[in-house]
């Protein structure tokens, strides 16, 4: 394998370029938690929405919105993924998704036979307005989960049906490091659901390094990829600055971390 940029500090390991080649010395991990490209139906959205103008059905105008810097996926894509990492991954493979694309990962888990869920709800109440004014907006992502169908994973235990966002986070986007990042809550408790202390998580699409800071916070070891320099860079800076270990412990629902260290989205 040819050398590759990467950073590493305690407990994680990030590497800058293409999962395919980044990774391709990784043995297994114990889980695989990622944030993959959604549809193309959904990146066209964050590139081009439509405003309605007073109100009306008629005369809606498009604009621009800020693009996501990577390509979307196709179900194709999503096979391959799977695929590849399916032999790699002792435990569960955890995917936040679109509507579009969440048949594509039960199908694909189904092709390496593994045992998948219903998708599960990530909910923000109030995110993203429909501005056309012209149906409802979509404040849901689906959580596509499956495990290996060995005994001891049958009684891992009972897990959340869903994720709602804590309403002290619901629109609190100016904590934003890359365009389409998750929450640093979400990715904790998807962390601490799915995987055991020690155990290591890896995330081929790492983004702004959302899921590998949840890891190390979690007491887990993390390793990841990110294609995009600019990305990478946030990401390796966010990790090597660390994070401060909450004084007191969290409640329900609600990150106790101090977000201006650890940041808030991936």
Known sequence: MADVEHASGPGWSLHLGRWQDALSHVGEVDALIVDAPYSE??????RVG????????HGNRKYTRDTVAYDSWTAEDVQSFVASWAPRTRGWIVSVTDHRLAP?????????????FQPLPFLEMGKQPRMGGDGPASWSCWICVARPRARRFQSWGSLPGGYLAPDAVVGNRG???VKGGKPLWLMRALVRDYTRPGDLVCDPCAGGSTTLLAAVMEGRRAIG?????AHYLI???????GFTAPLFAESAGRP?????LAGGEK
């Open 41 to 46: 139906r959904t990146h066209e959205g964050m």
């Open 225 to 229: 990829a990110e294609m995009d320099p």
């Open 256 to 260: 106790a971390e101090q977000l201006e």
């Open 175 to 177: 904590e934003r490091l």
């Open 104 to 116: 594509a990962w039960e199908d694909a888990y189904a092709a390496v036979d593994r045992y998948s």
């Open 235 to 241: 990401g390796k800076r966010r990790l090597e600055r």
């Open 50 to 57: 439509v405003m309605g103008d007073a109100g009306s059905l």
